[in-house]
């Protein structure tokens, strides 16, 4: 995932809102021009093993909210967004989108690396009959959500999108990667 992980981050400036922190396996990632991130990570056990991560980090962490459905920071106060397979998982994908573009400012950009609806007929038929156990087991995770729509419908503009298959069982690995606008 590393290079995944490292082209996603690409670009990133300022004050950033990492929704899904997770255990914080973005953040060797952050280029320099990142001053602080604002963590949102509602499980206990990814903020502990974060913490280790967070320590030897260049750039400073705020933990700062548990749901990236209401995210606890003003309008517009934030220069860019980032979330890498949280997309996925959060139930109400719609106002996780909504809270980041009420939260990043104008201009400013939302980073995204995530898995969802592949392009094959056949894949979609297994990722369809997969997710009921796949939302079971891992977390409330979707297998098909289209995720540069989803995006594109809660009003960012997408700059630039690239989807292939990663390794792996495809019905997981159809990724997306890019970079939307908040205009
Ligand atoms: C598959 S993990 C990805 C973690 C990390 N972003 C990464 O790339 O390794 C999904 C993450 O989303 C978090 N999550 C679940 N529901 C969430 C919510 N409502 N708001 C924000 N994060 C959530 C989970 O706790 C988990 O850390």
Redesign the pocket.
């Known amino acids: 995932m590393t290079s995944w992980r490292a082209a996603v981050t690409e670009g990133l400036e300022g004050r950033v809102v990492e929704?899904?922190?997770?255990?914080g396996?973005?953040l060797e990632h952050y280029p320099a021009a990142v001053d602080v991130v604002l963590a949102?990570?509602?499980?206990a056990v990814?903020r502990r093993l974060a913490v280790r991560r967070i320590a030897s980090s260049r750039v400073p962490v705020e933990h700062v909210g548990l749901?990236?459905?209401s995210i606890p920071l003003a309008d517009a106060s934030i220069d860019g967004a980032l979330s890498?397979?949280?997309l996925c998982?959060?139930?109400d994908v719609h106002q996780?989108l909504a809270e980041l573009r009420r939260v990043v400012r104008p201009g400013g950009r939302f980073h995204f690396l995530e898995h969802g609806l592949a392009p094959d007929p056949a894949v979609v038929a297994w990722q369809r009959q997969l997710e009921p156990l796949q939302r079971r087991l891992a977390?409330g995770?979707h297998l098909t959500r289209d995720i540069p729509a989803l995006i594109a419908d809660a009003g960012f503009v997408i700059e630039r999108v690239e989807q292939r298959y990663a390794k792996g069982p495809r019905p997981w690995s159809w990724f997306s990667v890019g970079v939307a606008v908040n205009l």
Not at 40 to 43: D, S
């Open positions: 929704i899904g922190f997770g255990s396996l973005n949102v990570e509602p499980a990814a749901d990236g459905q890498t397979f949280t998982t959060i139930p996780a977390d995770c």
